[in-house]
């Protein structure tokens, strides 16, 4: 019997559904119930053949244990390795480059730092910060919201530099972008399953967060061309992101789509909150994906260490084992770019592999820094004393917190 294990948060109607609608089509062959673990050991077998993550973005704990239920062969939705290392701020860059358009979007140096930074740690940064060229770049009104965030959290409106930095001297030691508001004439959200099926969510923002009167069941609220083009934006990102289970918003102004919050691979789907009709489809189509992913091959290779876990003696020659991390990694590349662009006007798409090209130029680049991690331990040692072991020098006592911030005088 295959077993599917499912990992909570406070939300109450989606694992239920979840566990009886898995449970009735498993007829026994595949089962679901609640995660349950402890202590982890790092050698455990295998407990679960598939994992519906909805909370390790909030317990640390839960995502070391789900990245090492991956290496023994669980699949989880969503990657754990990949929603660890994404960042909204980078997902708009990408979006841009797939031809999905976004708004005006600038990272912005945090305010404040851990203890034990000070201004001497940060002397990379620019000082003092263009602000001027910033908001000239990105317009008012804006929106300044957490480069990695969710939950509407630290997400505020500015009208002004002064209401910019007034907001900005609040954030303390988060990360911040600030991006072009799109004074929206629709909205929509858009769950999407498997990286294909998608459902596009009339959505209103401006009644209460989570109130239940935010989504509208309305199937003709887009016209249809403008439809066809959020389902292909939202498929184009979220193959290039690899999440099987995501929301994607738009703000719609003047016909076009600008993708405002893609990141959310746990999307809210209680009851409550987004209603029967959406709650339904969507219980209803990871269903599906979870019978489609447990009936597919696992052979794909989907993390880089997969291809140096051979079945075979690993240690055959060290070349073999780097041709195959060559190869996995080449074989993302290509399994992630091209599959993503397939919808895209041509124009776009050599541009698109163009990148590809660039970016397996960085594979040799890696082999090079495995091949020195294979290297006699002589070699490894010196390689290492040539690098710190990545720590810092002790920090001077001096604030850090001037360099990221405006002196009172730009004011
Ligand atoms: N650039 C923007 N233009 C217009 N509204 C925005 C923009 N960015 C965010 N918002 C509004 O703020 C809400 C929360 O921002 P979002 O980026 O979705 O953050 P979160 O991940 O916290 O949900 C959005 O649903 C939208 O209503
Ligand atoms: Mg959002």
Excluded at 156 to 185: A, K
Excluded at 350 to 372: C, F, P, Q, R, Y
Aim: with cysteine; charged share 25%.
């Amino acid at each position: 019997m295959k077993k599917v294990g499912i990992l909570v948060g406070r939300e109450k109607t989606f694992p239920v559904s979840m566990i009886e609608k898995i449970n009735k089509r498993g007829g026994g062959e595949v089962g679901a119930e609640f995660v349950k673990i402890g202590g982890v050991r790092h050698d455990g077998l295998k407990e679960y053949d598939l994992i519906i993550d909805r909370i390790s973005h909030e317990v640390p704990f839960y995502r070391a244990f789900l990245k090492r239920a991956a290496l023994e062969g669980t699949i989880v939705v969503n990657n754990p390795f990949w929603w660890s290392a994404d960042d909204k701020f980078f997902n708009y860059s990408l979006a841009a480059k797939l031809a999905v358009a976004v708004p005006r979007t600038a990272l912005l140096p945090q305010k404040d730092y851990i203890e034990g930074i000070t201004g001497e740690s940060l002397r990379n940064l620019e000082f003092p910060l263009d602000w001027e060229g910033i908001a000239d770049y990105v317009g008012f009104p804006a929106i300044i919201k957490p480069f990695d965030g969710g939950g509407w959290k630290n997400v505020s409106r500015v009208n002004s530099l002064e209401e910019l930095w007034q907001v900005y001297d609040t954030t303390g030691t988060l990360c911040m972008t600030l991006q072009e508001m799109i004074d929206f004439d629709q909205f929509v959200r858009c769950y999407c399953v498997g990286q294909d099926e998608v459902m596009i969510m009339p959505y209103d923002p401006r009644k209460p967060y989570l109130s239940g009167e935010q989504y509208i069941h309305d199937p003709g609220y887009l016209a249809p061309e403008l439809a066809e083009r959020v389902g292909r934006d939202v498929r184009t990102l979220c193959r290039a992101l690899g999440y099987d289970l995501n929301t994607v918003e738009f703000a719609i102004k003047d016909g076009i789509p600008y993708a405002i919050d893609f990141m959310n691979p746990a999307p809210d789907a209680e009851i409550a909150s987004v209603g029967q009709f959406y709650h339904d489809w969507v219980t209803g189509a990871v269903t599906d994906l979870v019978f489609k992913r447990l009936a597919e091959p696992q052979a794909q290779v989907r993390y880089r260490w997969d291809a140096m876990l051979n079945p075979r003696p690993l240690a055959e020659s060290t070349q073999e084992a780097l041709a195959a991390a060559a190869t996995g990694l080449q074989q993302g590349l290509e399994s992630v770019l091209p599959q993503s662009v397939r919808d895209v006007p041509a124009e776009i798409a050599a541009t698109v592999s163009g990148l590809v090209n660039e970016a397996k130029n960085v594979v040799s680049d890696i082999i090079e820094s495995v091949a020195s991690t294979t290297q006699p331990e002589s070699a490894k040692s010196k390689g290492l004393r040539a690098t710190p072991n990545g720590k810092t020098k002790a920090p001077s006592k001096k604030s850090a917190t001037p360099r990221a911030k405006k002196p009172a005088s730009e004011a």
